[in-house]
């Protein structure tokens, strides 16, 4: 499964990300710190990536794009990944697809979380708030002030990628304003609708083996009435009982094995009718 998480900031995407992981095994790459991992492993993008940073620059697309290929590549990265913020342009995302096409690789889907700009606005303000009066220090980029900002440059430039996708039908809209269960169990749903999500090998074997055991079960249930009915039909009614409690005796033992040959295998039938000619 190879996702893609659109959305703006404050949207949930870090969110459902975490919970896509946890429930399909895949992996959750993010660019900062799939950056940050490159610069501390030393690997040949990540030195060149850490030159740009240190310089106060911006890492060109090339060094990201090279850094997720070398990512994807890692062992735990092969039942699938979900990307989280990014691609953030329509270059990127170009770039992305040509990267996953070199490497015989399909994107599944690609999901936006659409949110209303002036909740979220809202939202930031009341956490905002409640942290100042408790008294708790508040991060400089999670005020309203630079939510502001960054909601301008995500309609600037990664807006656009709706539509990107949306012509290769890719794209799969869920309204992030929805509770975070409510969105996750909508998330799921179309995964599966798509037939992108599978139930994790450790279900289906636990499903399994309760249908292995449901089915030991019924067989021996089954095998009770044809084993009572076997001892009813050995004629094991006393000698001096009278007529009459003798033929109710030998009317429930037939009664039994009629049962019995109905309900049990036709191997235990056949023995049933072979004991009753002898008799």
Do not use: C, W
Request: aromatic content about 2%.
């Amino acid at each position: 499964m190879r996702l893609i998480l659109l959305g703006p900031p404050g949207s949930g995407k870090g969110t459902q990300a975490q919970r896509l992981v946890q429930r399909y095994g895949i992996v959750q790459l993010s660019t900062g710190e799939m950056l940050r991992a490159a610069v501390a492993a030393g690997t040949p993008v990540g030195l060149q990536a850490r030159d740009i940073m240190a310089a106060g620059g911006l890492v060109p697309d090339e060094i990201v794009v090279g850094i997720i290929s070398d990512r994807i590549e890692q062992p735990d990265a092969k039942s699938g990944f979900v990307l989280d913020g990014f691609p953030r342009t329509v270059p990127q995302a170009e770039a992305l697809d040509e990267l996953l096409k070199k490497k015989h690789l399909k994107l599944d889907a690609v999901i936006e979380l659409r949110v209303n700009e002036s909740a979220l606005l809202e939202r930031v303000e009341t956490r905002v708030a409640q942290m100042r009066a408790r008294g708790e220090e508040v991060r400089v980029d999670d005020t309203p002030e630079v939510l502001t900002k960054r909601l301008a440059s995500y309609r600037a430039q990664t807006e656009p990628l709706i539509h990107y996708y949306s012509e290769r039908r890719k794209l799969l809209t869920v309204d992030g304003m929805m509770t975070i269960e409510e969105v996750t169990r909508e998330i799921n749903r179309i995964l599966h609708a798509i037939g992108a999500a599978e139930a994790k090998p450790a279900k289906k074997a636990g499903s399994a083996k309760r249908n292995a055991g449901a089915r030991k079960t019924t067989k021996k249930v089954a095998a009770r009435p044809a084993k009572s009915a076997a001892k009813a039909a050995k004629g094991r009614t006393p000698a001096k009982k009278s007529p009459k409690a003798a033929r109710r005796a030998v009317k429930r033992a037939s009664e039994a094995s009629r049962k019995a040959a109905k309900k049990a295998p036709r191997k235990v039938a056949k023995k049933l009718t072979k004991k009753r000619a002898k008799g």
